[in-house]
């Protein structure tokens, strides 16, 4: 259940009013996604998708809506934000930032084909490339520098407040995470030599969507990518670290195991619009150990700000969508055992 900041049929006809849209036809809540709350909203007959964010600052929102725009007018299917009648992208509903977006077509697929893999490897080398014309990105903030910060910061939370409450991480984790740190600071120097621009930063399954085809009728019949969605973790680091997370994701069980012809179908649509260098060759492991750590270590320091919020309120637990650390923990141990 994602809905954190409710609204009221008159207060979203308000705020559409403010567009040349047409009246207000209908909201609804959606309950997927965990850190901001959507809602679809029907206005003049046409669908969209109304974003209230609830942890970023209007300044933040004000990038996203620079970066959004600007895929859109180079055909990467991201939602561009729409303008109200007098220009304005940016609104406010109960004192926090929110922006409308068309509502793009397609759902989430249940199984993750060879053919997603490859549609959506070419459209993250796109993604890539339609960023270079925009100018004074947003370094990762939780890249190569976080990763440490954050990692000495749950390895001290989770020896103050032993492993019965929080239950962070077992001794031999701890020792994973320590040597995994320190193998990519170790790394910094190649890390920096590695083409970078945009990355998306979250392009997990769950946020992109197909055009689903139920029953194929020919071989080339097949469910055809709508949309990317949320990008809102959009920012500048190694091309190679994002395609290592859609990698993570779409390509590996929750095991950490290939599922068979999915990763060289990533690669294949990915290399087919921009090829890798022979640096990048290099460092795909380093990479996917990299992207793996990133979601094990953001993943947990979700975990524990929740327990600490339902131990203040044990209502919070309602609104609470858990995803589970111990998956990247396990790709991180595959890759480190790994020769790529
Ligand atoms: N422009 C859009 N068109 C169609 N559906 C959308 C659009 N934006 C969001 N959605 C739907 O809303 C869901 C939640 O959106 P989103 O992933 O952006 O939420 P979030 O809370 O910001 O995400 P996360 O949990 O990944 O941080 C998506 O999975 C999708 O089903
Ligand atoms: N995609 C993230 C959550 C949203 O940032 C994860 O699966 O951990």
Redesign the pocket.
């Known amino acids: 259940m994602?809905v954190y900041t409710d609204l009221s049929a008159s207060e979203v006809a308000a705020y559409l009013s403010q567009f040349s849209l047409g009246d207000y036809d209908d909201h609804q809540g959606?309950s997927?996604?965990?850190?901001?709350t959507?809602f679809f909203v029907v206005a003049g007959g046409h669908k969209y998708?109304l974003?209230i964010f609830e942890h970023h600052s209007a300044k933040e929102v004000e990038n996203f809506i620079k970066v959004g725009r600007h895929l859109a007018e180079q055909g990467v299917p991201v939602?561009g934000p729409i303008a109200d009648a007098q220009g304005l992208y940016l609104h406010s509903l109960k004192n926090k930032p929110a922006i409308l977006?068309?509502?793009?077509p397609g759902s989430?697929p249940e199984q993750i084909t060879a053919d997603h893999c490859q549609q959506i490897g070419a459209a993250l080398a796109r993604f890539h490339l339609a960023g270079e014309g925009l100018d004074s990105l947003e370094e990762n903030n939780r890249g190569l520098q976080w990763w440490p910060e954050v990692g000495r910061e749950l390895i001290q939370a989770n020896m103050a407040t032993g492993l019965q409450k929080v239950a962070l991480l077992t001794e031999e984790q701890q020792e994973i995470l320590i040597d995994e740190i320190e193998f990519q600071e170790s790394n910094t120097e190649l890390w920096y030599e590695l083409p970078r621009g945009l990355i998306h930063g979250?392009l997990f399954h769950?946020?992109a969507?197909f055009e689903i085809v139920e029953f194929k009728s020919t071989e080339t019949d097949g469910d055809k990518l709508g949309?990317i969605?949320?990008i809102?973790n959009s920012c500048q680091d190694a091309w190679l670290f994002d395609l290592a997370i859609v990698a993570n994701d779409w390509c590996a069980n929750s095991a950490g195991v290939w599922q068979e012809g999915n990763l060289p179908a990533l690669m294949a649509g990915y290399q087919s619009v921009r090829e890798l260098t022979t640096l990048e060759q290099q460092a795909w492991g380093m990479c996917l150990r990299a992207a793996a750590l990133r979601f094990w270590l953001s993943r947990m320091m979700t975990q524990q700000h929740q327990a600490e919020a339902i131990a203040k309120d044990p209502m919070a637990a309602l609104v609470t969508t858990t995803k589970d650390p111990m998956e990247y923990f396990l790709k991180l141990v595959r890759h480190r055992d790994t020769q790529y």
């Open positions: 994602s959606i997927a996604g965990v850190e901001n959507n998708v974003t939602p977006c068309p509502c793009l989430h979250d769950d946020n969507l949309a969605l949320d809102y």
